[in-house]
């Protein structure tokens, strides 16, 4: 398979393309990202959706461009799908044959529910686990609604209403007043069956929107994927964004790019949200250009192998070399003091992921090495990790068995379980980093409050003033070099 794929979105409003690395069969990451607001549905819908000279130029100057980054990043793959404004436009065929003769650029206009499919194909393979959402991602032609239930893609369909559609149907030629008929029998479309409690949100009007609520409430994340609100809570704040004055969209941050079709996006997605009757909104970095390049990299299964996650695979690849016995150590430590933690299944899982990526930030530099892993998988863990899993993972490689600092806690309280559990892990996962330098084997066995750690056969040289220095819980007792009176 190629290593370095480009994969374009010809969107109404904007041209996206993106550049995916391979790192091992299913491991991959985000290499590149270029944008450029060309407008290729501009005058269009006021025009019989006949697309226009001018912005057919533009489209055909920015593929120009785009094609001439993928060469130069090297990639070996170049997928372009044009969506809403190509697939309406009476002269689609024209601008394709137009690109395939003077730039050697296949373009794949896809239809509504092929267009629905791939971004929820690529929000179930990389958001954190959920079982039932439709997710809807607002474009500039046209908004796709795809329903998963039981984790598993079954139904999907696109509407003919989008931000660059009703701003110069309505916004511009100051005909509001008419919206709701037009809205009415659009939102009429969606089948009762797509209502939901969960909203997976995609496309930029409601990542903006996402983004406007993580600043209001000071989130200390700065990831929208998966990043999570409750909607009732927040419908204030959005209803607020669809009323301010264009002037006034700077204070709710809003950037300046999107100021011109924020408040349709806003209205379609309340319009939308109603009729759902949604109650979690759950945004998604991803959309139809991550979903066209699963596409590729999972065939024929289309899914990721089981208990695998691509991020973590990613960094493993990328950073981290030679066999490291950390994971291994703080598994078994988990499992012989669980009748003293008492932690559930969640947080093991959080424990190991952690153990497997304790270690990266060595490879960046010696000093202040647990600080760059902290902030390297806080920025890096991009997919299948919720944001509460991946600041549980950074926080305690970032305590590295030293006393829980509660200036590092604080900052990210609402995210991080109790205290008692953070102790626990800290613990563990410190012990099991320590007794990774050692190469010899390691047995442990838990009686009477007392962690034994021994070899069979000889004494283990461990250092036991690192040990000594660990924070435990005051419940637990190290026997180092003993074994247990059973």
Partial sequence: MAKKTAVVDLGSNSIRMVVFEKTSRYGFFTTYEYKRKVRLGENAYNNGKVLQEEPMQRAEDTLAFFKQRAIKHQCKKIFIVGTSALRDAPNSKYFVKRIKDKLGLNIKVIDGKNESFLGGFAALNLLSSFKNATTLDIGGGSSELCLIQNGKIVDFISLDVGTVRLKELFYDTKKQDSLDDFLKPILEQIPANFANDNLIAIGGSLRAISNSIMQKNSYPLKNLHDFRYDFKAEYNHVNKILNADFDDLINYGIKKERFDTIKEGTL????????????????????????????????????????????????????????????????QIFNALNPLHKLQTHFRTSLINAAKLCHIG???????????????????????????????IASIIRFNGKKLNPYYINNF???????????????????????????????????????????????LNLPLDEIKKIAKPEVIILAINQKPNI
């Avoid at 090495?369 to 902290?374: I, L, P, Q, W, Y």
């Avoid at 410190?430 to 750690?453: R, V």
């Fill in 413 to 459: 309280k609402e995210l991080l379980p109790k205290l008692p559990v953070l102790m626990w892990l800290n613990f563990i996962l410190a012990l099991a980093k320590i007794l990774s330098l050692n190469e010899e084997k390691i047995n442990f066995a838990f009686s009477n409050n007392t962690l034994y750690i021994y070899n069979d056969e000889k004494m």
């Fill in 268 to 331: 379609i997605f309340l319009k939308i949200a109603d009729k759902l009757k949604i109650k979690q909104v759950i945004t998604s970095g991803v959309g139809i250009r991550e979903g066209v390049y699963l596409q590729d990299l999972l065939r024929p299964a289309n899914k990721f192998p089981a208990n695998f996650n691509t991020s973590l695979k990613c960094l493993q690849d990328r950073f981290l070399h030679g066999d490291k016995k950390t994971p291994h150590f703080a598994l």
């Fill in 362 to 392: 060595e490879y960046l530099d010696f000093y202040f090495a647990n600080e760059h892993s902290f902030y390297f998988i806080l920025n890096s863990l991009n997919y299948g990790f919720s944001h509460q899993e991946k600041a549980l």
